[in-house]
T-cell receptor, first 112, second 115 residues
């Protein structure tokens, strides 16, 4: 399974766009990239998933370059409630038995 | 929106006692998982379960742990003889039946405190 590397922490102000980049140099052909958000004492919450190029949903965008060795989660106009830990995960979506290997994640702090 | 539910939210037990953590996965999901998170640390994979058998387990998932799907809705994690170091948040996750959209959905967790 591909190992991921993310910044340990980031600070931002309310209303700003936040971009969190994840490195996954040894991503495999069948691997998909998934981002989760976790608040203290809660389970990880799915944000977005992608394979290549750009994916957008109602809460975030995910940018994946052609070589797929990194990805960037973009949160538009963050609010205080976006303060959380964000995890980038890669896994083989063709197998239902795959496990997620969580890294330390990026601790985002949104300031007023 | 369908969700994974876990009970109890907090379980306190004495060292050496058996505990059973319960999970109700999303109803049409076929793949089930347990993870744990020790306070202040990262989320760690324990076990995956499909078609009524374990698909994969980590080195953490030793003989003290077992999983079961006793009926069509529940998915349980049993720890036979708890140790102090088993104190953690335990998360259940489930994944759908379509390989075209494999996203694991997590429950809110059970906080296990071993005294």
């Amino acid at each position: 399974l591909a190992k991921t590397t993310q910044p340990i922490s980031m600070d931002s102000y309310e209303g700003q766009e936040v971009n969190i980049t994840c490195s996954h140099n040894n991503i495999a052909t069948n691997d998909y990239i998934t981002w989760y958000q976790q608040f203290p004492s809660q389970g990880p919450r799915f944000i977005i998933q992608g394979y290549k190029t750009k994916v957008t949903n109602e809460v975030a965008s995910l940018f994946i370059p052609a070589d797929r060795k990194s990805s960037t989660l973009s949160l538009p106009r963050v609010s205080l409630s976006d303060t959380a830990v964000y995890y980038c995960l890669v896994g083989d979506r063709t197998s239902g038995t795959y496990k997620y290997i969580f890294g330390t994640g990026t601790r985002l702090k949104v300031l007023a | 929106e369908p969700e994974v539910t876990q009970t109890p939210s907090h379980q306190v037990t004495q060292m050496g006692q058996e505990v059973i953590l319960r999970c109700v996965p999303i109803s049409n999901h076929l793949y089930f998982y347990w993870y744990r998170q020790i306070l202040g640390q990262k989320v760690e994979f324990l076990v995956s379960f499909y078609n009524n058998e374990i698909s994969e387990k980590s080195e953490i998932f030793d003989d003290q742990f077992s999983v079961e799907r006793p009926d069509g809705s529940n998915f349980t994690l049993k720890i036979r003889s708890t140790k102090l170091e088993d104190s953690a948040m335990y998360f259940c996750a489930s994944m759908g039946d379509s390989l075209a959209k494999n996203i694991q959905y997590f429950g809110a967790g059970t906080r296990l405190s071993v005294l």
